[in-house]
């Protein structure tokens, strides 16, 4: 099963056009290849690219989702 997670860009580093990430206090590199970011913005990751841009409403509205899930699965 794959798995597409939601994360806020912390920073990006314009030549490589890869970002710092944050997916709710873990923070992880991204590339940032496939979508015009800037820092601030919410993106869908998937496979360690950012695949599409979020809303800040809609992203938080998913990471409640998540965190709702984890913690049933506890």
Known sequence: MCLAVPGK????????????????GMEKEVNCELVKVKKGDYV????????QKLEQREAKKTLALFNKSAKIKK
């Open 9 to 24: 860009i912390k920073s990006i580093n314009l030549k490589t056009l890869r970002a710092k990430v944050d997916f709710n």
């Open 44 to 51: 869908v990751v998937h496979a360690g690219f950012a695949i």
